[in-house]
């Protein structure tokens, strides 16, 4: 480190420099990712809340308040409007704090020595690392024919060691929407945990559903659904890092809450820390600046670019894996292999990610993909194809 600092333009070219080898959203490039441009109003909230933290609330009321009004909102658009939970980094931590609950309450109700946890073979590499970290044995369900969690498989799989069944709503290779209201009831007749993975779905499927698209109820509606992922920094539009997770009672925080004696409040749920609540402030900014409506606006237009996708794609001769359910298209050359094809785009520009199962390349329609860049791309893909 040198001994003398620099002065702040001289940081900043530096910093830009750095900044020039970074992919932007905006160049609609950006092919596979779940991310996307932050809305300027979520932009400002965060910044504006930057130095708050969550993890000594007593410090920062006002913020927490915010972290609250953020669950009940999101509750009421999830079918719980009094959900508990808290504003965190992201899906991963969602998930791995809803596992968390699951195996502590179980420690209580019914206790086993070698816990375990069901997962659809779709379910984000998230529960690997909650299951290797948390010491359960992760037992994966097979996926129907539509690349949904099997029933049976999970009736299967079920025995005195489950301490949760995952369901996932929006898939992340392929944005299926798993039989939520048949494992719902299945959790309930054998009374297990049931969580829901809506770290992708769930800022789009409430708003399709309100226009009358047929997808399954997936939330608190069914009475067995114990907690649920949601992931504003996906398609809530918010800056990185802001996942949510949801609880349909306290009981579930409460049987993970540690003590922190030095602090303003007592007791911890979550697993960080010292925590941000600028996450919180621009949550709570998009949600009232966008409303349902905003939110209707944005699934219409993604699903639009999505079918665009979808039906280039099969009228140029490319097979798509399957119909898409939410804004995810999957597909193939039937000439190329997936992998090799992905290479070729990126030659081209484009980024796209290749799925494992089925290997396919992966197309997430994302609000900073509009038609045009579909034009371009199809254009690429054609070439590549013909060549
Ligand atoms: N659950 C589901 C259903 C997900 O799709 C993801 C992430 C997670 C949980 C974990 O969320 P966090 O990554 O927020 O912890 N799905 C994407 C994936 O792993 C995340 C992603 C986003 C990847 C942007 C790449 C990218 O450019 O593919």
């Known amino acids: 480190m040198d001994r003398k600092g620099l002065s702040p333009g001289l940081v900043f070219d530096k910093l830009k420099k750095f900044q020039e080898n970074d992919m932007d959203y905006k160049s609609g490039r950006i092919l596979g990712s779940m991310c996307t441009c932050a809305h300027p109003v979520a932009k400002k909230a965060y910044c504006d809340f930057l130095e708050s933290n969550l993890g000594d609330p007593g410090l920062f009321k006002g913020t927490k308040a915010l972290e609250d009004e953020v669950i009940s909102l999101l509750g009421s ?183 922190t004696p030095y602090l303003t409040e007592k007791q911890q749920s979550t697993i960080v820390g010292t925590r941000t609540g600028a996450s919180a402030a621009a949550t709570w900014a998009i949600l009232k600046y966008m409303g349902k409506e905003g939110y209707m606006k944005i699934a219409s237009s993604t699903m639009e670019v999505t079918n665009f996708l979808a039906r280039e794609l099969t009228s140029s001769g490319f097979e798509l894996v399957s119909e898409p359910e939410l804004n995810i298209v999957a597909f193939n050359s039937g000439k190329i292999p997936a992998k090799e094809l992905s290479t070729k785009l990126k030659q081209k520009g484009w980024v796209v990610s290749v799925s494992a199962c089925p290997p396919a390349i992966r197309i997430v329609l994302m609000p900073h993909i509009r038609k045009e860049h579909i034009v371009e791309f199809m254009d690429d893909l054609k070439s590549i194809q013909k060549s």
């Open 77 to 259: 658009f999830l079918g719980c409007k009094s959900a508990y939970g808290h504003v965190i980094t992201g899906g991963t931590e969602g998930n791995l704090m809803a596992i968390r609950a699951a195996r502590n309450m179980a420690r209580i109700n019914s206790p086993t020595s070698s816990p375990e946890i069901i997962v659809p073979k779709s379910a984000h590499f998230s529960f690997k690392k909650a299951a290797d970290i948390l010491g359960l044995k992760l037992m994966e369900a097979e996926l129907d024919e539509n690349y949904k969690i099997d029933l049976d498989s999970v009736q299967e799989l079920i025995s005195s060691r489950t301490v949760a069944v995952v369901g996932v709503a929006g898939t992340t290779e392929l944005g299926k929407v798993d039989p939520i209201g048949e494992l719902s009831r299945i959790c309930n007749e054998k009374n297990i945990y049931l969580h829901v993975d809506a770290a992708f779905g769930g800022f789009i499927i409430p708003f399709l559903k309100e226009m009358g698209f047929k997808i399954p109820e997936f939330n608190f509606k069914l009475s067995g659904v114990s907690s649920i992922t949601v992931d504003p920094h996906k398609l809530g539009l918010t800056p990185i890092p802001t996942g949510c997770i949801l609880f349909r009672e306290k009981k579930f925080l409460d049987v993970m809450s540690i003590e």
